[in-house]
């Protein structure tokens, strides 16, 4: 059974930091893509960053420069560190795996910037 599970959100004041981590089960990270997106109350679930196995980054405009994925595939965990965020970041943050044995996500971890 694939499990990934977030950890690390929580409430932060504007400008702040937060380190996200993904901790997968039942599955390897080193044949996956891994990536994190979130959803804000009302909105779509939208990709915030994702990296390949070969270390090929993708990030949305709206965090470039403040937030970066990072992937340990010996530990099969998966971070995001979050810099200089802004109350707009207020969403829950998921975890998400895909490969040739489809896609996986976690639960979600909410995370809160208060102006």
């Known amino acids: 059974q694939v499990r990934l599970v977030e950890s690390g959100g929580g409430l932060v004041q504007a400008g702040g930091s937060l380190r996200l981590s993904c901790a997968a089960s039942?599955?390897?990270?080193?044949?996956?893509?891994i990536g994190w997106y979130r959803q804000a109350p009302g909105k779509q679930r939208e990709l915030v960053a994702s990296i390949t196995t070969v270390h090929s980054f993708n990030y949305a405009d709206f965090v470039k420069g403040r937030f970066t994925i990072i992937r340990d595939d010996a530990k099969n965990t998966a971070y995001l560190q979050m810099n200089s965020l802004q109350p707009e970041d207020t969403a829950v943050y998921y975890c998400?795996?895909?490969?040739?044995?489809?896609?996986?996500w976690g639960q979600g971890t909410q995370v809160t910037v208060s102006s």
């Open positions: 039942g599955i390897s990270f080193s044949y996956n893509t």
């Open positions: 998400s795996a895909w490969g040739r044995g489809g896609q996986y």
